[in-house]
């Protein structure tokens, strides 16, 4: 029983601290930058201009992102909505918005989530001017959507499972001793 009673609580500890480990891993970042904003299109899964809304930071695994809510106000290719949920990372390659900004971003797609890197020809519109001369008169977005409730939508599980763990653990003690008594 003692021994059983270790365990659960090694494993506590040990699922506390896998979940809030923050990583520390460093890499550079590589960039083969499109020499034209057609061939940045050709190659993003999505080419927009937009107003970031809304930014928070999210934990996936152990490895941190900023995730952006724009207000799309042009489009090129792949967006048809009024507002998007775009990712980045926090790596060297990272990505970085800011509220009230406007952007003409060139994402992609990596596991159903909009990506945007530091690597490529997204950027303020202040900057990508001649990319806009090159891209031409978009498209106003045609699909009116609100994501700020999927974008305030708290996916960070870590406490609720400690919490289950903690809670099914002191259940199990509770019952191993009713029994033995």
């Known amino acids: 029983m003692k021994r059983w009673i270790k365990l659960s609580i090694f494993a506590m500890i040990f699922t506390f601290f896998v979940t809030t480990y923050e990583s520390q891993q460093v890499l550079a970042c590589e960039c083969d930058v499109p020499e ?3 061939e940045a299109m050709e190659q ?10 809304d930014m928070k930071t999210t934990k996936v695994n152990v490895e941190k992102y900023d995730v952006a809510l724009l207000e799309v106000s042009e489009t090129w290719k792949g967006i048809a909505d009024t507002q998007v949920i775009v990712t980045t990372d926090w790596t060297s390659c990272g990505f970085s918005f800011e509220v009230g900004r406007e952007y003409l971003l060139y994402p992609f797609y990596s596991g159903g989530t909009l990506f945007v890197i530091n690597c490529g020809r997204s950027g303020s519109v202040e900057f990508t001017g001649e990319d806009l001369q090159q891209l031409g008169k978009g498209e106003v977005p045609s699909n009116e959507v609100n994501l700020e409730g999927q974008f305030h939508n708290n996916t960070n599980w ?16 509770f019952f191993q001793r009713r029994k033995k008594g």
């Open 158 to 173: 870590t406490i609720p499972v400690v919490i289950l763990l903690s809670v099914a653990t002191a259940g199990l003690w």
């Open 36 to 38: 034209t904003a057609e």
């Open 44 to 53: 993003a899964d999505a080419v927009f201009r937009g107003t970031v809304i």
